[in-house]
C-alpha cells in the first residue's frame, strides 16, 4: 500500500482570511497587501498565523482488531466511525495527550508503543490540522463510549470498516494491517507503560 500523509487537499485555504478584523494589540485595522498574505497590524507589527491545529489519533489494535467509535451527534462529522483521538492542549505533549484522548473517548488505559506517521488534513477552509499517529495497546480500564462517541465497536481487518469520517483514518488502518508496519519508538517516560 502506498503511503499517504496528505488528505483532503482540495480544501486548502487560497487567501489567509481573518478570524478577527481588529488587532489583539493596538485595536488596528488588520489587513493584508495581497489576497494570499497573512494578516497584519500597520500600526504595531502584529501578524495574524493561522496555523494547523495540533492533533493525534490512536490505532488502539487487539491482534487483528482495531477500535473504533462512531461520532456524536454534536461532533464534527456525525454518526460516522473514527479512531480515538482529538487535539493537543496547550502545555500537553503528544504522548500524554492520546493516551488522554483515548481514556476520554474509549474508557480505556492504553500504553503508546510506537509512532505510525504524520498527516495533514484539509477539512474545509479554515480547518486544518497536522496529526500524529500512534500504535497502543489496552492495558487497562472499562470499554464504554464517552466524549465525542457514542459508541465503540472492534473490527476485524481485513475486512469492511464502517463509514469512516476521515479518510486518514481508512489509510492508516490499511497501511498499518496491510503492509505490518510497527513505526518509530516512543519516549517511555510519556508512553503510559507505568499506568494500568
Not at 1 to 8: A, D, K, N, S
Not at 30 to 57: I, K, T, W
Not at 85 to 114: H, K, M
Request: aromatic residues 8%; glycine residues 12%; contains cysteine.
Amino acid at each position: 500500500m502506498q503511503v499517504r500523509q496528505v488528505f483532503g487537499t482540495e480544501t486548502r485555504e487560497r487567501s489567509p482570511g481573518s478570524a478577527s478584523r481588529y488587532c489583539p494589540r493596538c485595536a488596528a485595522p488588520l489587513s493584508a497587501r495581497r489576497s494570499d498574505e497573512r494578516m497584519a497590524c500597520g500600526r504595531c507589527g502584529f501578524v495574524e498565523y493561522r496555523n494547523p491545529l495540533p492533533g493525534v489519533v490512536v490505532l488502539v489494535v487487539d491482534g487483528d482488531r482495531v477500535l473504533l467509535g462512531r461520532r456524536s451527534p454534536r461532533s464534527y462529522r456525525p454518526g460516522k466511525w473514527g479512531l480515538p483521538g482529538g487535539y493537543v492542549e496547550r502545555g500537553e505533549d503528544f504522548l500524554s495527550a492520546a493516551i488522554r484522548e483515548v481514556r476520554e473517548e474509549t474508557g480505556l488505559q492504553v500504553r503508546i508503543l510506537s509512532l505510525l506517521s504524520v498527516v495533514s488534513n484539509f477539512f474545509a477552509e479554515g480547518l486544518q490540522t497536522l496529526v500524529t499517529v500512534l500504535l497502543a495497546e489496552a492495558t487497562g480500564g472499562r470499554e464504554r463510549p464517552g466524549d465525542d462517541v457514542v459508541e465503540l465497536a472492534w473490527h476485524r481487518f481485513p475486512g469492511t470498516l464502517p463509514d469512516m469520517a476521515f479518510e486518514a483514518d481508512a489509510h492508516i488502518i490499511g497501511r498499518y494491517f496491510g503492509c505490518g508496519i510497527s513505526g518509530a519508538p516512543v519516549d517511555p517516560r510519556y508512553s503510559g507503560a507505568g499506568e494500568g
